[in-house]
């Protein structure tokens, strides 16, 4: 695996000690007065999933066909490609077919299993009644993977192409030029203790300055966020909005392995005013993926997304599927895009453009959004390869080309048809009204109709969390191992881990201030207004109100705990509390979930 110290000899040279040890002495770090190696390259790409990976690929196709060269440099967080990756998934290889024609010659692929059968179910808290699946679910010619092994594998391709390739090196902010434009990225320095002191082991992060930068980080990534703000890229969009994805991996007892079979379903255990619904795809080897989607837009303070989940799998339906000889071996979480077309933002900004799941193109109808990351990081190659061929390095990358052919491709045809499905759960119609627009546009309509739903409230997710006094504290069962177990027991199925002393990456900050009194006013009102909706909203444990009489950054006896070392990065917490004061950073690179078969 590449190392800080020594990841490309060829190209980089690691052994420019900024400060000696005796200098450092656990002084406090001043970004301010570093000096950080810098590197120039021609593309800069933020993120090693699907997206970014089939972009860099693109590149290096593109490269061969202009008889150009060019330097693609692909950083990623997680220690290894594939390590943060979490989806479904069921993928739809039209972007693949395109992007590798040959791939199903190539004898590493990990496509192996073709979805054979798609059935959607209706749950009560004991039936399980088969309903029609809408046309857009239909999985015939996809594929059931493991995305992780999938984005690996993409990773591989595009190394034996001469992308270079960097995990373990988190994009942790912009570099921006003279002008205002963005000139590529820095990643985060590592070596730093809980007080943002320089420890002997420390390296500053390094300048990756880039022609073209392009953000591919997946949903509500950091880079994007401070990018979509910062050149108000979302002024003619609406707000994205979110679901989470709880994902559980089994190796299933023999007599109920279907080898290919797809199944969705809706209703219980979730109640008529939540938005959401669980899967069961049989994939490969003996192995069930299962999970469940709760759209973040939920009301109710008291949910708790990891304990619905837990509960689902004591309904009949799943109780005999992981009967038996059944083994859990995988246990995740990730937030996803769920606004659709409306919420897509203006792709481009001066000196880059913003692809995959950092703008947004999931299929919430098909359930599916990989083909439509990969082809828009395909069309960004393509108008980056335009830029890079004109020779002219007269001000920042113009990158709106890319925009222009998204709006002319599949991906945005693929999301206009069904633009109003997940709309519709809110206008007046509620729930039910929802379900049965959906069913009509799905079935009939297909999207060709005069109106597009929009938020024109503009509300957020965190927006739609109402005060706990409405509401009666949920009563859930308590854990029934092996079919059900408690946070921590699951957690330790991600291979979790962060680099101990290490700044707390998760920032209660606000409007740039991050002081005593903000902390303060944030348990305040989240213990209560919200009954410290983060402690049951967060898939991994990360935050708790405590008692503590004595806490100066305290309130009425209670303080926040972050226990950041659990965190699998998953950006529930960023985009739920409702008092929008929580701040995800990237921590040190490497650190976080190891993600081996989601």
């Known amino acids: 695996m590449l190392t800080r110290t020594v990841f490309r000899p060829r190209i980089l040279n690691f052994n420019r000690l900024l400060h000696s040890s005796s200098r450092i002495n656990r002084q406090l770090f001043d970004p301010s007065t570093v000096e950080r190696v810098s590197e120039d390259v021609d ?66 692929h990990p496509l192996t299993q073709s979805a054979t059968s798609s059935h959607m ?37 595009a190394e034996e192409m001469g992308v270079e390739v960097y995990p373990g090196f988190a994009g942790a902010g912009v570099v921006y030029a003279d002008d205002g434009s963005v000139a590529g990225v820095r990643t985060n320095e590592v070596g730093l203790d809980r007080l943002g002191c320089m420890k002997e082991s420390f390296e500053p992060g390094m300048e990756f300055r880039a022609k073209i930068t392009l953000i591919a980080e997946g949903a509500h990534g950091s880079i994007a966020k401070e990018l979509i703000q910062n050149f108000d890229l979302r002024r003619n969009s609406d707000p994205q909005t979110y679901g989470i994805g709880l994902k559980e991996v089994w190796r299933v007892d023999p007599t109920q392995y279907r080898p290919g079979e797809v199944v969705h ?21 003996g192995l069930v993926s299962l999970g469940l989607v709760i759209g973040l837009d939920y009301a109710n303070p008291y949910l708790s997304p990891y304990k619905e989940f837990q509960r689902m799998k004591h309904h009949p339906y799943f109780a005999q599927l992981l009967s038996g000889n059944s083994t859990r071996v995988a246990y995740g979480g990730r937030s996803l895009n769920e606004g659709g077309l409306q919420s897509v933002p203006q792709l481009y900004f001066p000196g880059g453009a913003l692809v995959g799941c950092s703008a947004g193109f999931v299929n919430i109808a098909k359930i599916k959004g ?124 991600t291979g979790t881990n962060h680099a101990e002393e290490q700044p707390v990456h998760l920032r209660v900050r606000k409007d740039g201030v991050e002081d005593t009194a903000l902390r303060k006013l944030h348990v305040q009102r989240n213990v209560s207004e919200y009954a410290g909706l983060l402690q049951r909203a967060c898939p991994a444990g990360v935050y708790e109100y405590i008692e503590d009489e004595t806490a100066a950054d305290g309130w009425n006896g209670h303080k926040l705990v972050i226990n950041s070392q659990n965190c699998i990065h998953c950006k529930l917490c960023d985009i739920k509390v409702p008092t ?6 990237v921590p040190e690179g490497g650190g976080g979930p190891k993600y081996i078969i989601t």
Request: hydrophobic share 40%; aromatic share 10%; proline share 7%.
């Open 43 to 108: 593309v800069c790409i933020v993120g090693a999933g699907p997206a970014g990976l089939s972009t860099a690929i693109r590149l290096k196709q593109l490269e061969q066909k202009l008889g150009k060269e060019f330097r693609v440099v692909v950083l990623e967080k997680g220690a290894e490609v594939g390590s943060h990756i979490l989806s479904g998934a069921v993928i739809e290889p039209r972007a693949l077919d395109e992007l590798l024609p040959d791939w199903a010659l190539r004898d590493d």
């Open 121 to 157: 179910r209706f749950l009560t808290k004991s039936l399980s009644i088969p309903i029609p699946h809408p046309p857009q679910m239909s999985n015939q010619g996809n594929y059931i993977v493991s995305l992780s092994r999938f984005a690996a594998w993409l990773g591989n391709v």
């Open 265 to 285: 379903t809706m209703g219980w255990p979730l109640d008529f005013r939540t938005y959401g619904g669980g899967w069961v795809y049989h994939m490969a080897d």
């Open 370 to 493: 990989t083909h439509n990351a990969m082809k828009s990081g395909m069309l960004a190659a393509e108008a980056a390869a335009a830029v890079l061929s004109q020779d002219s390095s007269s001000g920042p990358a113009d990158m709106s080309k890319y925009e222009t052919a998204l709006k002319n491709s599949w991906v945005w045809s693929d999301l206009n048809e069904v633009r109003n499905l997940r709309e519709s759960f809110h206008t007046p119609l509620g729930i039910w009204g929802g379900i049965m627009y959906s069913g009509v546009d799905s079935l009939l309509l297909k999207g060709r109709t005069p109106w597009t739903f929009r938020n024109r409230a503009r509300l957020t997710d965190a927006q739609h969390t109402q005060p706990a006094y409405r509401f009666r504290p949920i009563n859930y069962p308590p854990p029934q191992p092996p079919l059900s177990t408690d946070l921590l027991t699951s957690l330790t199925l």
């Open 580 to 585: 929008q004061d929580i701040t995800w950073t």
